[in-house]
T-cell receptor, first 112, second 119 residues
Framework: DQQVKQNSPSLSVQEGRISILNCDYT??????FLWYKKYPAEGPTFLIS?????DKNEDGRFTVFLNKSAKHLSLHIVPSQPGDSAVYFC???????????FGTGTRLKVLA | ETGVTQTPRHLVMGMTNKKSLKCEQH?????MYWYKQSAKKPLELMFV???????ENNSVPSRFSPECPNSSHLFLHLHTLQPEDSALYLC??????????????????FGPGTRLLVL
């Protein structure tokens, strides 16, 4: 049973436009959510996180939105740049555990 | 060196070989993790060490044996692996404030991984 789902395996966006990556989760105990970016031949790089007491967190071009009632997380990248082309993973965790539960990733391609 | 480093980056081994993966973190963290990423599957947590004590073993077969001699180094000893163990093995580290008297854990930072192929 996959507790964290990224239903879109891939996404293509024009440079300068907004990229929206989505993530759904099933476990209502999750209280900490993260997005990682992964380039080929590299490990995942932390991008941005949000705790369940917030519904939005912003860091430069990256904004994460959390909708707890819908158990939905999204990452907005504005404006998208060709260097943002990578695989994006969402992950979730809850207090009292070391475990991050990862989604399967969405491959973002930003077209110049 | 900065961040989290892993060696080797690529490894090919036979099913009867014994090999070890090494991870080193230069971030001053006190918790280290081994993850496995198989093709088209999410990252799966294998082991967690906090303050050099194994605190989680996620039902991993005994042919994988972790070792954490100090808070900066983590090893994964491999023996009699199967072809289905071929995967990307990722190491991560974080600051475990919960065990250090703080109020929660911080973000995990990953190394570049070891791509393992078992023949």
């Amino acid at each position: 049973d996959q507790q964290v789902k990224q239903n879109s395996p891939s996404l293509s966006v024009q440079e300068g436009r907004i990229s929206i990556l989505n993530c759904d989760y099933t476990n209502s105990m999750f209280d900490y959510f993260l997005w990682y970016k992964k380039y080929p031949a590299e490990g995942p790089t932390f991008l941005i996180s949000i705790s369940s007491i917030k519904d939005k967190n912003e860091d430069g071009r990256f904004t994460v939105f959390l909708n707890k009632s819908a158990k939905h997380l999204s990452l907005h990248i504005v404006p998208s740049q060709p260097g943002d082309s990578a695989v994006y993973f969402c992950a979730a965790s809850y207090s009292g555990t070391y475990k991050y539960i990862f989604g399967t990733g969405t491959r973002l391609k930003v077209l110049a | 060196e900065t961040g989290v480093t892993q060696t080797p980056r690529h490894l090919v081994m036979g099913m009867t070989n014994k090999k070890s993966l090494k991870c080193e973190q230069h971030l001053g963290h006190n918790a280290m993790y081994w993850y496995k990423q198989s093709a088209k599957k999410p990252l799966e947590l294998m082991f967690v060490y906090s303050l050099e004590e194994r605190v989680e073993n996620n039902s991993v077969p005994s042919r994988f044996s972790p070792e954490c001699p100090n808070s900066s180094h983590l090893f994964l000893h491999l023996h009699t692996l199967q072809p289905e163990d071929s995967a990307l093995y990722l190491c991560a580290s974080s600051q475990d404030r919960a065990r250090g008297g703080g109020r929660g854990r911080e973000t995990q930072y990953f190394g570049p991984g070891t791509r393992l192929l078992v023949l």
